[in-house]
Protein backbone atom coordinates (compact mmCIF):
# COMPACT_ATOMS: atom_id res chain seq x y z
CA UNK A 1 0.00 0.00 0.00
CA UNK A 2 1.41 3.51 -0.76
CA UNK A 3 2.18 6.39 1.48
CA UNK A 4 -1.65 7.97 0.43
CA UNK A 5 -4.10 9.27 2.99
CA UNK A 6 -7.41 6.88 2.91
CA UNK A 7 -9.70 10.46 3.75
CA UNK A 8 -7.77 13.23 2.92
CA UNK A 9 -5.55 11.28 0.06
CA UNK A 10 -2.57 13.11 1.32
CA UNK A 11 0.41 11.65 -0.51
CA UNK A 12 4.11 12.34 -1.01
CA UNK A 13 5.08 14.96 -2.87
CA UNK A 14 9.18 16.41 -3.87
CA UNK A 15 10.71 19.66 -3.38
CA UNK A 16 14.35 20.91 -2.69
CA UNK A 17 16.33 21.23 0.53
CA UNK A 18 17.99 24.20 1.02
CA UNK A 19 20.95 25.16 2.39
CA UNK A 20 22.30 28.09 4.12
CA UNK A 21 24.52 29.01 1.09
CA UNK A 22 20.96 27.94 -1.25
CA UNK A 23 22.34 24.66 -2.73
CA UNK A 24 19.64 23.16 -3.54
CA UNK A 25 19.20 19.25 -3.23
CA UNK A 26 16.06 16.69 -3.74
CA UNK A 27 13.80 15.78 -1.25
CA UNK A 28 10.71 14.30 -0.29
CA UNK A 29 7.89 15.78 1.79
CA UNK A 30 6.16 12.34 3.72
CA UNK A 31 2.38 12.95 5.34
CA UNK A 32 2.67 11.74 8.80
CA UNK A 33 0.31 8.57 8.46
CA UNK A 34 -0.55 6.30 10.90
CA UNK A 35 -2.39 2.53 10.80
CA UNK A 36 -5.69 2.67 12.11
CA UNK A 37 -8.60 0.07 12.43
CA UNK A 38 -11.59 2.17 11.88
CA UNK A 39 -15.27 0.48 12.67
CA UNK A 40 -17.88 1.08 10.51
CA UNK A 41 -21.49 0.86 11.05
CA UNK A 42 -22.65 -2.47 9.94
CA UNK A 43 -19.61 -3.75 13.27
CA UNK A 44 -16.88 -4.86 10.41
CA UNK A 45 -13.83 -3.33 10.67
CA UNK A 46 -11.61 -2.24 7.93
CA UNK A 47 -7.56 -1.29 8.15
CA UNK A 48 -6.52 2.34 6.57
CA UNK A 49 -4.02 4.58 7.02
CA UNK A 50 -4.82 8.05 7.79
CA UNK A 51 -3.13 11.44 8.33
CA UNK A 52 -2.62 11.99 11.88
CA UNK A 53 -3.88 15.32 12.37
CA UNK A 54 -6.99 13.88 10.76
CA UNK A 55 -7.01 11.33 13.44
CA UNK A 56 -6.77 13.64 15.87
CA UNK A 57 -9.85 15.55 14.59
CA UNK A 58 -12.07 12.65 14.25
CA UNK A 59 -10.84 11.37 17.35
CA UNK A 60 -14.22 11.26 18.97
CA UNK A 61 -16.20 10.13 16.38
CA UNK A 62 -14.48 7.01 16.12
Known amino acids: ?36 RIRLEDGSSIKVKINSKLYKKMKGFM
Open 1 to 36: MARVCYFTGKRTVHGNQRSHSMRQTKRAFRPNLINK
